[in-house]
């Protein structure tokens, strides 16, 4: 049973930084690409960035995120980062991450198309104080 677990969320001022960890099992981690997503308090899932299986050479961000974070992983340990940089108060929400064989599926979701699955964690929360 592919299970996923987030981590490293908190609370900090604007302009801080933060580096998220999500740690997976049950599957095969190199095989599969990773994404990131989140969800503020009265509004929909978006993507946030993703990550190509293997050696994740190919990465994709959504507009609001490009230039501040950075999606990588070690698959050695099973487990997805996201750095966080230069944080805003719009980026509160409840970051989760997500893993599919399909690397496109991922980036389509990322630019505004619905996706769900079954393997959704719990999550970490963010909050950007301003």
């Known amino acids: 049973q592919v299970q996923v677990v987030e981590s490293g969320g908190g609370l900090v001022q604007a302009g801080e930084s933060l580096r998220l960890s999500c740690t997976a099992s049950?599957?095969?981690?190199?095989?599969?690409?990773m994404a990131w997503f989140r969800q503020a308090p009265g509004k929909e899932r978006e993507g946030v960035t993703c990550?190509?299986?293997?050696?994740?050479?190919?990465?994709y961000y959504a507009d609001s995120v490009k230039g501040r974070f950075t999606i990588s992983r070690d698959n050695a340990k099973n487990t997805l980062y996201l750095q966080m940089n230069s944080l805003k108060p719009e980026d509160t929400a409840m970051y989760y991450c997500?893993?599919?064989?399909?690397?496109?599926?991922?980036?389509?979701?990322?630019?505004?198309?619905?996706?769900?699955?079954?393997?959704w964690g719990k999550g970490t929360q963010v909050t950007v104080s301003s």
């Open positions: 997500a893993p599919d064989r399909n690397y496109w599926k991922l980036r389509d979701a990322i630019r505004g198309t619905p996706y769900d699955h079954n393997y």
């Open positions: 049950g599957l095969t981690f190199g095989d599969y690409a």
């Open positions: 990550i190509s299986g293997g050696s994740g050479i190919i990465t």
